[in-house]
């Protein structure tokens, strides 16, 4: 069974910055469709930003998060700049396995980490 572990969330003033953390136990890490998602209190959970050969960010994002991933230490990032109070979410690692492709689509990952929480103060 893959176990995915977020870490790295926390309290930041808007205009700082976070990086997340998502380790995750599955052996062929390097071929899967690594993301990350969101969910503030009371809407729907929203991809944010995956990767695989490439790369999608949301709009809201574009420019300010950076998604990378460590092949060797099976790990995958989110460096977030700038945040704004509309970041604050409980943010959600995901993987997919099989399709290269990514996808924005909550029901086409097959793993999720426990969740971290960000919280942006204005």
């Known amino acids: 069974q893959v176990q995915l572990v977020e870490s790295g969330g926390g309290l930041v003033q808007s205009g700082g910055s976070l990086r997340l953390s998502c380790a995750t136990s599955?052996?062929?890490?390097?071929?899967?469709?690594m993301a990350w998602f969101r969910q503030a209190p009371g809407k729907e959970r929203e991809l944010v930003a995956a990767i695989s050969w490439t790369t999608y960010y949301a709009d809201s994002v574009k420019g300010r998060f950076t998604i990378s991933r460590d092949n060797a230490k099976n790990t995958v990032y989110l460096q977030m700049n700038t945040l704004k109070p509309e970041d604050t979410a409980a943010y959600y690692c995901a993987q997919k396995d099989g399709s290269w492709s990514i996808s924005t689509t909550v029901n086409d990952y097959d793993y999720w980490g426990q969740g971290t929480q960000v919280t942006v103060s204005s």
């Open positions: 599955g052996r062929t890490f390097s071929r899967t469709v």
